[in-house]
Antibody, heavy 121, light 113 residues
Framework: EVQLLESGGDLVQPGGSLRLSCAAS????????MSWVRQAPGKGLEWVST????????YYADSVKGRFTISRDNSKNTLYLQMNSLRAEDTAVYYC??????????????WGQGTLVTVSS | DIVMTQSPDSLAVSLGERATINCKSS????????????LAWYQQRPGQPPKLLIY???TRDSGVPDRFSGSGSGTDFTLTISSLQAEDVAVYYC?????????FGQGTKLEIK
């Protein structure tokens, strides 16, 4: 059974940093693209970043480029999102998702329950 | 960036009736070399993470009831629920995975009339 368990969400001040983690199980982690998608309170879904399962390519939304860094540790079956220079508009539930293939061009076939990041003073 | 626009924003349908949600992309998401549309539909029930319903515009994900169907090509797509059930109350999103950024539509809220 595929499981994705996010952690690391917290209340942080504007300008601060946070690292999210996503522990994956139930599939061959290294073979699949993994992504972060966020949802601000009461709002729609926003794709944030993808790390391909092959070749190690990374992709970012313009809204987070230069501030967020996606990474993965295939030996630990864990996906990360390092978030720096956080802004109020980054406040959201952050979902970890699994792609249905290795390429970045994959729909998200499994989603975690999400972790809440709140940026406020 | 490819902009995804869904219509309507909200929809109320009687139980057992058909529900239709539209999604339009600002440029084609059809990849000519494999003739596939890089378009997915997700369902998000209240308080739950999203769930993949449809990918490649018309392929149902495993376990998705056959009352859900996807159609369309190029820039215009439709999600149809043939006979609405109470458990289908949710927000539905389309997403293009043709090119980064992999944008979502704004969502369509589906309720029971």
């Amino acid at each position: 059974e595929v499981q994705l368990l996010e952690s690391g969400g917290d209340l942080v001040q504007p300008g601060g940093s946070l690292r999210l983690s996503c522990a994956a199980s139930g599939f061959t982690f290294s073979s699949y693209a993994m992504s972060w998608v966020r949802q601000a309170p009461g709002k729609g879904l926003e794709w944030v970043s993808t790390f391909s399962g092959s070749g190690g390519s990374t992709y970012y939304a313009d809204s987070v480029k230069g501030r967020f860094t996606i990474s993965r540790d295939n030996s630990k079956n864990t996906l990360y999102l390092q978030m720096n220079s956080l802004r109020a508009e980054d406040t959201a539930v952050y979902y970890c998702t699994k792609g249905d293939g290795s390429g970045s061009y994959s729909p998200s076939d499994y989603w975690g329950q999400g972790t809440l990041v709140t940026v406020s003073s | 960036d490819i902009v995804m626009t869904q219509s309507p924003d909200s929809l109320a349908v009687s139980l057992g009736e058909r529900a239709t949600i539209n999604c339009k992309s600002s440029q084609s998401v059809l990849y000519s070399s494999n003739n596939k549309n890089y378009l997915a539909w997700y369902q998000q029930r209240p308080g739950q993470p999203p769930k993949l319903l449809i990918y490649w515009a018309s392929t149902r994900d495993s376990g998705v009831p056959d009352r859900f169907s996807g159609s369309g090509s190029g820039t215009d797509f439709t999600l149809t629920i043939s006979s609405l059930q109470a458990e289908d109350v949710a927000v539905y999103y389309c997403q293009q995975y043709y090119s980064s950024p992999y944008t979502f539509g704004q969502g369509t809220k589906l309720e029971i009339k």
